[in-house]
C-alpha cells in the first residue's frame, strides 16, 4: 500500500535507497557501507521444517532469511507554518502508528519558538501532547526554533535550559538492536559572542565540548551495525553553513560503520549521498510548505527507515496517506462508493431570456448518505467568463443523514451565442471524516440543469471539427434524448480510429438488446436484438487505421444491412420487434447494465446521425461527408461542430443534449 502511494506521488527516489556493505575496509578494519539502489533480499531454499504441502510442483519457492530487522520513522520541522501545522503532525502521529515502528526520530524544530518563556512552555506542551499519542517511543533533536529566544529577559543561552527541562538533552546517544543513534545540537550558540543565528557561517562550527562527545561516542558505538545521526542543519550542503562539516564528515568516515546522517530545516527533500555515508534531509510535518513541487519533495512527509544488518531502506511517505485497513469495512467502502456518486439536487432550471440574459438564483441541496461526517466545498464556475456567481464558493460539514443547502446567484449578460459559449457548472470537492483520516471524493462537475429550449439560436460554429476520444472517453445521449421508436431505423456515422482494441464499440446501446456499431479489431459490425436474439452483419475486411470512413447500419423491418464507405458488405433477413432498454446510447464505446461506458474507440468521430426509418437502400451509394436532420424523421444529428458546455448541439432540434464521461474534446480534422 505504501509503495503505490509513493510511487503515485513520484517519491520512489527515496523509497528504493538502500546501502549494503561492501569489502572496502578502511584504516580501522571495519567495512564501508555505500548506498544502493534495487539488490534483492538474501533467501535461503525451502526447507521441510519451513515449507509444507500437499501438492506436488517442480517450482521452488525461496523463503526469506530469518534474521531480525527493524523499522524507525523520521520526523521533518513541524514549525514556520500555519497554526494548524499541529494537526499535520497529529496526522503523521495517526499514520506512524498504524505501521508501528520500533522508535520515531524528529530532527527539530518542534515549537514556533522565537518567544519568551510562557508562550514557549505553551508550545512545547502542545507538541508533546501530540507525540505523547505515539505507540512508540520518540527522540527529540533541537532546533533554531527550539532554542531562540525573542522578548525581554533574554538568558545567555535563551532556550538551552527550557529545552533540556521539558525536551531533553541537546545531545545525546543510544543503542537499539545492534544499532546506535546520535543526536547532535547544531544551534549552539558562538562560542566569542555568544550569539545564535543559523544564517552567519561562522556559527556552524561544532564546540569542541560536542565534538569530543561525538568521537568518544563513535568509539563506543564502534561495534554496532549501523549508526545514525540526527540534527537540525544539513551542514553538509554548505552555502551559508560553511566548511565545518567536514571535519566531522572524516570523524563519521572514520568509524566505519555510519551508514546515514538526517536533517531538517530547509523543508524540502535532498539526498546527498557522500562516501558510502547516506545523508538525508527531510520535508515538513506541519511546518511552512511552499509545495514548490510536492512530488520531487516539497511536501508534509516522514521518512521510514527499515534496518537490517547489511542495508538499509528509504522510504517517504506523505502525510495522511497510510490507510488503516481495519476502517476499511464493506459497509464504510460501500457508504463511500455511494456518496461518490450522490448528486446534488436543483430547485429548477437556468433558462435565457430572448437577449440571451440569464439572473436566477438557484438552491443547491446536497445529502449525506454515510454515518459519517461530510465535508464539503461547492464552487460554481464556467469555462465562459461571461458567466458571473455569488457567492464565489460556500463550505459545509454535514452530520450522519443531514441535508446541505446553499444558493447561488447566477448571471449571464445579454449577448451572442457563439463558439465560445459554455455552461454553468458545479463542482464539488468532499470528504468522508473517518475515524482515522479524511477519505477524499473525487472530484465532481455537475452542470446546472438548463432549459436548453431557451436558447433562441445554435451557437455559430467557428470552424469544422469533429470529436477527439482518448480510449478512455465517450459521450453519452440519455434514454430520453435519443427515443427511437419500434420499427425502421438506420444508424451512421464517419469515424478515423488512431487504433483498435480487441472489443471496441462505436457507437450503440447494447446490452442484450436495442442496437449498435462494433470496430473490434477494425471490422465494422453492425448489430440489432430482434425478437430472443441479435441480427449482427459483419464485414469481411478491417477499415484501416488513420483513415476517414463511413459505416451505416439499416434495419428496414424485414433485414438488417451493413454499408461500409457507401458499399453494402453484409445482410441478413431479420424481422419482429426491437428488445428495448432504458440505457444510454454511446458515442464513442459500448454501454454497461449499469449505464457506462465500456469497450472505447480510441480515435474521431463525425457527423453521427439516428433516423427513424431506412435511410440507405440498394447495393451502393455515396456517403454525405456532412450530413443533415431528415425532417420528422432525425432522432438525434451532430456534426460536432459546437458543443453547450459539457453537452453537444443537436442538430436534430433538441440543442444541447448528452453528458461527458472522461475527457472528449472538438479539435480540427
Given amino acids: 500500500m505504501v509503495g503505490g502511494l509513493l510511487a503515485a506521488l513520484g517519491l520512489g527516489f527515496a523509497a528504493s535507497a538502500q546501502t549494503v556493505t561492501t569489502n572496502v575496509v578502511d584504516n580501522i578494519g571495519h567495512d564501508r557501507h555505500r548506498h544502493h539502489y534495487g539488490s534483492k533480499l538474501p533467501t535461503e531454499p525451502a526447507s521441510p521444517s519451513r515449507f509444507v504441502t500437499s501438492r506436488s510442483s517442480n517450482v521452488m519457492l525461496p523463503l526469506p532469511q530469518e534474521k531480525d530487522a527493524f523499522t524507525f520513522a523520521v520526523f521533518g520541522d513541524r514549525t514556520g507554518g500555519p497554526v494548524e501545522g499541529v494537526s499535520v503532525l497529529a496526522d503523521a502521529v495517526r499514520d506512524v502508528n498504524l ?9 527539530g524544530d518542534l515549537v514556533n519558538g522565537y518567544n519568551a518563556r510562557a508562550a514557549w512552555l505553551e508550545q512545547a506542551t502542545e507538541f508533546k501532547s501530540i507525540m505523547e499519542e505515539l505507540r512508540c517511543p520518540w527522540f527529540p533533536v533541537a532546533g533554531n526554533h527550539d532554542v531562540y529566544w525573542r522578548g525581554p529577559d533574554r538568558p545567555a543561552d535563551e532556550h538551552d535550559g527550557n529545552y533540556e527541562m521539558h525536551f531533553g538533552p541537546l545531545w545525546y546517544a543510544f543503542s537499539h538492536k545492534r544499532c546506535w543513534f546520535i543526536v547532535l545540537y547544531s544551534d549552539e550558540s558562538h562560542p566569542v559572542t555568544g550569539e545564535k543565528n543559523f544564517s552567519k557561517p561562522e556559527n556552524h562550527v561544532m564546540s569542541e565540548a560536542q565534538f569530543g562527545w561525538l568521537k568518544e561516542t563513535l568509539v ?46 530547509i523543508h524540502r527533500m535532498r539526498y546527498d549521498p557522500k562516501d558510502g555515508i547516506e545523508y538525508v534531509t527531510l520535508a515538513t510535518v506541519g511546518g511552512g510548505q511552499s509545495e514548490t513541487v510536492p512530488s520531487a519533495g516539497w511536501a508534509h512527509e516522514f521518512h521510514l527507515v527499515t534496518v537490517r544488518k547489511d542495508r538499509i531502506a528509504l522510504s517517504a511517505i506523505p502525510v495522511g496517506e497510510v490507510m488503516d485497513v481495519r476502517e476499511i469495512t464493506g459497509d464504510f467502502a460501500a457508504q463511500c462508493a455511494a456518496q461518490a456518486q450522490s448528486r446534488f439536487a436543483f430547485d429548477g432550471t437556468i433558462a435565457f431570456g430572448s ?13 449525506n448518505l454515510t454515518t459519517h461526517p461530510v465535508e464539503l466545498t461547492v464552487t460554481p464556475d464556467s469555462d465562459d467568463a461571461r458567466w458571473l456567481f455569488g457567492p464565489d464558493h460556500d463550505h459545509g460539514r454535514l452530520a450522519p443523514g443531514e441535508v446541505w443547502s446553499g444558493a447561488f446567484e447566477v448571471v449571464r449578460p445579454s449577448g451572442a451565442f457563439d463558439a465560445g459559449l459554455r455552461m454553468p457548472v458545479v463542482m464539488l470537492e468532499a470528504h468522508v471524516v473517518g475515524g482515522g483520516r479524511r477519505y477524499v471524493l473525487p472530484e465532481r462537475t455537475i452542470e446546472f440543469p438548463v432549459d436548453y429550449q431557451t436558447i433562441p439560436m445554435p451557437p455559430v460554429p467557428a470552424r469544422e471539427q469533429v470529436l477527439a476520444l482518448d480510449g478512455k472517453s465517450a459521450v453519452l445521449l440519455d434514454p430520453a434524448e435519443v427515443a427511437l421508436p419500434q420499427g425502421a431505423f438506420t444508424l451512421e456515422t464517419w469515424f478515423r480510429a488512431d487504433e483498435y482494441g480487441d472489443r471496441t464499440g462505436l457507437v450503440g446501446k447494447m446490452e442484450m438488446s436495442e442496437y449498435g456499431i462494433f470496430v473490434t479489431g477494425g471490422v465494422p459490425q453492425f448489430s440489432v436484438f430482434l425478437g430472443d ?25 424485414e433485414e438488417v444491412r451493413l454499408y461500409v464507405d457507401g458499399e453494402q458488405v453484409g445482410r441478413k433477413p431479420g424481422t419482429g420487434s426491437r428488445k428495448l432498454n432504458k440505457l444510454p446510447l454511446v458515442l464513442g464505446a459500448d454501454v454497461t447494465s449499469a449505464g457506462d461506458a465500456t469497450s472505447h474507440f480510441r480515435g474521431q468521430l463525425d457527423a453521427t446521425r439516428l433516423t427513424r426509418g431506412a435511410v440507405y437502400t440498394g447495393e451502393r451509394f455515396s456517403p454525405a461527408r456532412r450530413l443533415t436532420a431528415v425532417p420528422g424523421a432525425t432522432v438525434f444529428l451532430s456534426n460536432y461542430d459546437a458543443t453547450l458546455g459539457r453537452k453537444l448541439w443537436d442538430e436534430a432540434g433538441r ?14 480534422p
Avoid: C
Avoid at 552555502?239 to 560503520?257: C, I, K, P, T
Avoid at 437577449?355 to 445529502?367: C, E, F, I, L, P
Avoid at 436474439?533 to 423491418?557: E, L, M, Q
Fill in 99 to 107: 505501521i508501528e515502528p520500533d522508535l520515531v526520530m524528529t530532527v
Fill in 220 to 265: 563506543k558505538a564502534r561495534g554496532a551495525e549501523h549508526v545514525f545521526v540526527f540534527l537540525h542543519h544539513p551542514r553538509w550542503t554548505g552555502g551559508s553553513y560553511g566548511d565545518s562539516w567536514d571535519r566531522v564528515h572524516r570523524e563519521l568516515v572514520a568509524a566505519g560503520n555510519v551508514t546515514a546522517v538526517f536533517a531538517g530545516h
Fill in 355 to 367: 437577449d440571451g440574459a440569464v439572473k436566477r438564483k438557484v438552491q443547491v441541496s446536497y445529502t
Fill in 533 to 557: 436474439a441479435y441480427v449482427v452483419v459483419k464485414s469481411d475486411k478491417p477499415v484501416p487505421v488513420g483513415r476517414w470512413s463511413h459505416v451505416a447500419g439499416v434495419f428496414d423491418g
Fill in 655 to 668: 440543442r444541447g443534449v448528452g453528458r461527458y464521461a472522461g475527457k472528449p474534446i472538438l479539435v480540427m
